[in-house]
């Protein structure tokens, strides 16, 4: 397990992760979807680092895609989506 933990990158959310979440939080609820604030904190680190968001549970991020926000997702259980 460490060997592969290892390969990877580490990512830590910084300061202004924390505000764009928030951000998108607000977003989010005022088109009526309730999304958790770690969901949108992984969104915005994956957008800051402009990499996709890699997920099995897509529901969440892409109700985060529905207020504006460019994030790419890809479903490791099926295709990407667009």
Known sequence: MLAW??????????????RNAASIKAAAGRQGYVVELPDCLIAAV????DRPLVT???????????????LAIENWRHE???
Not at 46 to 49: G, I, Q, S, V
């Open 5 to 18: 933990l290892n390969r990877n990158e580490e990512i830590t959310p910084n300061a202004a992760d924390y």
């Open 80 to 82: 990407r989506v667009p």
């Open 46 to 49: 994956a957008l800051r680092l």
């Open 56 to 70: 099995g549970k897509t529901g969440d991020f892409r109700a985060i895609q529905r207020t504006g926000v460019n």
